[in-house]
T-cell receptor, first 115, second 115 residues
């Protein structure tokens, strides 16, 4: 399978715990995006990488959230001291810089439930 | 600031009839516009995009969309709906001039195609 993969697919945690999600983009894609999606809403932009550089970060992203893409390949999204309001589907997408328009290819998502 | 509106939460259409899913947008620069589809338990899939050129763009699964600059709209259309088209559809916009690579999604429209 050469699509975007995310791990884990589901995560249940208790409030206050830290969680980390992984995204593996399509191999030749140099752009990587993280989104959050709650029920009844569209994906909400969180952050964006071009290669290993984090170029944009939503103001909605609190200091408890951090993302990395250390070698310009896979990326991790960490949420520290989780809160119930963090419960959502976390989506990763990748795109190819040279493709005009830059449509994104999405992974299946990681569903986070904070108890 | 960029924004997208999908005025209909749900669209119902009979199989074989034409369908339209509406989208309006707001950007300060030139828009890149996208439609994505989300089937149950599957990730978002790219359908089509408008970058420049012809106002009518064609995409996957027989879908097309019409860009209307004066009305700031990008409605999704299909001449003859199939039951298998039933899914959640998202319109998205990126501001080519000022928005970087941040993509804003609408809240989604659920399409029900009845046999």
């Amino acid at each position: 399978d050469t699509g975007v993969s995310q791990d884990p697919r589901h995560k249940i945690t208790k409030r206050g715990q830290n969680v980390t999600f992984r995204c593996d983009p399509i191999s030749e894609h140099n752009r990587l995006y993280w989104y959050r999606q709650t029920l009844g809403q569209g994906p909400e932009f969180l952050t964006y990488f071009q290669n290993e550089a984090q170029l944009e970060k939503s103001r909605l992203l609190s200091d408890r959230f951090s993302a990395e893409r250390p070698k310009g390949s896979f990326s991790t999204l960490e949420i520290q001291r989780t809160e119930q309001g963090d419960s959502a589907m976390y989506l990763c997408a990748s795109s190819l810089a040279r493709l005009a328009g830059g449509e994104q290819f999405f992974g299946p998502g990681t569903r986070l439930t904070v108890l | 600031a960029q924004s997208v509106a999908q005025p209909e939460d749900q669209v119902n259409v009979a199989e074989g009839n034409p369908l339209t899913v509406k989208c309006t947008y707001s950007v300060s620069g030139n828009p890149y516009l996208f439609w994505y589809v989300q089937y149950p338990n599957r990730g978002l899939q790219f359908l089509l995009k408008y970058i420049t050129g012809d106002n009518l763009v064609k995409g996957s699964y027989g879908f097309e969309a019409e860009f209307n600059k004066s009305q700031t709209s990008f409605h999704l259309k299909k001449p003859s709906a199939l039951v298998s088209d039933s899914a959640l559809y998202f319109c998205a916009v990126r501001d080519e001039d000022t928005g970087g690579f941040k993509t804003i999604f609408g809240a989604g429209t659920r399409l029900f195609v009845k046999a």
